[in-house]
Structures are given as structure tokens and as C-alpha cells.
């Protein structure tokens, strides 16, 4: 059974939530608060969090950084839940590593749709072959780690997933819709504009290696071997 934690101060909406995702099948933690839910999510270790941005105490954009800044729970997938809808707001909840973004009001019906996504999205990122080697570098599924010249790179899960793909198809290129419906989900609900602040993250991240990502005008991404010089 996969467990949810809501992050959410509006005690209808965690109600609400709780009935229909334990409908769902799934078990259903919640904190009204992100300091709190700060201090119990390490210990419960949560399938997903549902996390809203307007929080007491401790907002959502500081929750969010701060599970994916901790080695313990950066890969734990996180739906932000908001009533902003402005573009500047998903951008910083994605820069952050949010995996999702649903606008307040929604529909149950789509917000179940987006759990089920991002789950089926982690899931399947644990398949295949269990450790990608490349020059320096190596990628463990099983660890969900990527560790540089001995050195263990601090990546989002979303990043993870993006360095993953891009290891597994090196030498093809890949349009943002591409990356957009194989890293993110063909249900997933954002644009491609997505995919960019995310490889503009893992670039800087990947330091001398961040040439091997080369971008196509116009299209998408290209995994190289061999970086420009």
C-alpha cells in the first residue's frame, strides 16, 4: 500500500484528500503545518507528498527545498498544491524539484490522475538495469544516487530521472515533448518549458560534464560521448 503525505492547512481540503485518496487504496498521512511535516517525513517515508505552497510556520517552497536538499528524502516525488497560477510560481516549485504542480481549484478526478502518474513515473525509473556508468561517472537505480569522480552528486529525483534517460538513449536526439512524455508522463500536465529549467539544474550540477548535454535549436537535447571542445 503507497503512502501519501498531505501537506495542508484547509481542513476540508486534507478531508477531502484523505477520503478519496484511502478510496484510491492508498494510506493518507497529513500536517497542517511545514514545520512539522519537516520533522515527520523523514521518519515516515512517504511514497509521495502532497504538499501545499501557502503554509503556516513553514511555506511550501522551504519545505520542498528542503526535502530535496536532504539525501534521505530528495527522492521522494512532491506535488505542489496552490492557489497561485501564476507561471513564475510553477517555474520556482519546478526549480526547486517538485515533480508536479496542481492549481487550486481542481478536480479530484485530475489530482488522483497526477498521483497515479507520478508514482507510475517512479516506478519505472527503479526497472532495467540497476547501475549506468559513464567516463566518471555512475548512475545506481537501486541507490537512486550518481556519484562524480567519487563524489555523490546532490540531485533532485526529477534530475535523476532526466540524467537516467539521457544516458539510456546517448546519441539520439530528443525533443522536449519527447523528454516532456517519457520522464515526466504522457499525463503529466505542464509545458516544455519544464524540461528546460530542468536540464539548465542538472547541467550545473554535473559540472565539467555538463557539454555532454548539448541542446538542438529549435527541437530538444542531445547526449553526447564526446563534449565539444
Known amino acids: 500500500m503507497k503512502q501519501i503525505f498531505v501537506v495542508e492547512d484547509e481542513k476540508d481540503l486534507v478531508e477531502l484528500l484523505t477520503y478519496n485518496l484511502e478510496k484510491e487504496g492508498y494510506r493518507v498521512l497529513s500536517e497542517m503545518d511545514g514545520e512539522t511535516a519537516l520533522k515527520k517525513i523523514p521518519d515516515k517515508m512517504p511514497d509521495l507528498v502532497l504538499l501545499d505552497l501557502m503554509l503556516p510556520k513553514v511555506d511550501g517552497l522551504t519545505v520542498c527545498k528542503t526535502l530535496k536538499a536532504n539525501p534521505k528524502t530528495n527522492h521522494i516525488p512532491v506535488v505542489m498544491l496552490t492557489a497561485k497560477g501564476e507561471e513564475s510560481d510553477k517555474i520556482v516549485g519546478l526549480e526547486l524539484g517538485a515533480d508536479d504542480y496542481v492549481t487550486k481549484p481542481f ?19 527503479q526497472e532495467g538495469e540497476a547501475v549506468q556508468k559513464f567516463k566518471d561517472l555512475t548512475l545506481n537505480r537501486a541507490k537512486h544516487e550518481v556519484v562524480l569522480k567519487s563524489q555523490k552528486l546532490d540531485l533532485t529525483a526529477k534530475e535523476f530521472e532526466l540524467l537516467d534517460y539521457f544516458l539510456t538513449h546517448s546519441g539520439r ?16 500536465f505542464g509545458t516544455t518549458r519544464t524540461v528546460d529549467v530542468h536540464v539548465r539544474r542538472l547541467r550545473e ?22 563534449a565539444p571542445a
Not at 478536480?107 to 497515479?116: G, H, I, P, T, Y
Not at 565539467?208 to 560521448?225: A, M, P, R, S, W
Open 107 to 125: 478536480s479530484v478526478k485530475e489530482l488522483l490522475a497526477r498521483v497515479r502518474a507520478v508514482l507510475r513515473r517512479f516506478s519505472k525509473a
Open 205 to 226: 550540477k554535473l559540472g565539467v560534464y555538463d557539454k555532454h548535454i548539448q541542446t538542438v535549436k529549435g527541437y530538444g537535447y542531445l547526449f553526447k560521448e564526446e
Open 173 to 188: 536526439v530528443l525533443s522536449r515533448d519527447v523528454l516532456l512524455n517519457n520522464v515526466w508522463g504522457y499525463d503529466y
